[in-house]
Nanobody, 120 residues
């Protein structure tokens, strides 16, 4: 069984920073692309950033220059450093990873989500 567990969300004032972490655990054989998505109230879930196993990162236009995604493969963990936060960054942030488990099947896994609230 594979699990993704997020941490690091919370309440912050506009202009502040937060760092999200997501650790994968369980019967993992390989981890491929890892990423962060978010869902604001009344809106669809959207991609924030993702990073390949080669370290290539992509960002949503709305967060470029403010957010940085990174990963530590030794810890099976992906991070999202969020700086210069704005109220529109408020939402539930979900970790996502493409993982080959011990079953040898590659599939996408999701974390339970962590709330980020940015006050104005």
């Amino acid at each position: 069984q594979v699990q993704l567990v997020e941490s690091g969300g919370g309440l912050v004032q506009a202009g502040g920073s937060l760092r999200l972490s997501c650790a994968a655990s369980g019967s993992i054989f390989n981890i491929y692309t890892m990423g962060w998505y978010r869902q604001a109230p009344g809106k669809q879930r959207e991609l924030v950033a993702r990073i390949t196993s080669d370290g290539v990162a992509n960002y949503a236009d709305s967060v470029k220059g403010g957010f940085t995604i990174s990963r530590d493969d030794a810890k099976n963990t992906v991070y999202l450093q969020m700086d210069s936060l704005k109220p529109e960054d408020t939402g539930v942030y979900y970790c996502n990873a493409d993982i080959r488990a011990s079953t040898m099947i590659i599939r996408a896994y999701w974390g339970q989500g962590t709330q980020v609230t940015v006050s104005s």
